[in-house]
């Protein structure tokens, strides 16, 4: 499944990635929507939901975030809804690891 979140802010250190293998965090933007897709291998076999997806969260709770390889690059988002498949940008999607 994918979760769709709107990007409420992100540190600095995202921008300033220039890593071949983590330049797309540089695509990271305030108010952007981005979709993070759980997979299997992410996935809790008990409660077959990706950890951080939040399941629980609606409205304007905000969740928090850190991008795998660049711990500097963190930041919040909220929730806004779940769905069977993305439908967002390649560089605006995403995996739970």
Not at 4 to 10: A, D, M, N, V, Y
Not at 74 to 81: F, M, P, S, V
Request: net charge neutral; charged share 15%.
């Amino acid at each position: 499944y994918c979760v769709e979140f709107r990007t409420e802010s992100l540190s600095q250190h995202c921008a300033l990635e220039t890593r071949p293998f983590a330049c797309w965090m540089q695509y990271l933007r305030e108010g952007h929507i981005v979709c993070v897709t759980c997979q299997p291998p992410a996935m809790s076999a008990a409660t077959q939901r990706c950890s951080g997806d939040g399941h629980n969260a609606h409205g304007d709770k905000i969740l928090h975030w850190e991008a795998i390889g660049n711990s500097q690059c963190q930041g919040t988002w909220k929730k806004i809804r779940q769905l069977e498949h993305c439908s967002c940008p390649l560089v605006h999607s995403f995996i739970f690891t």
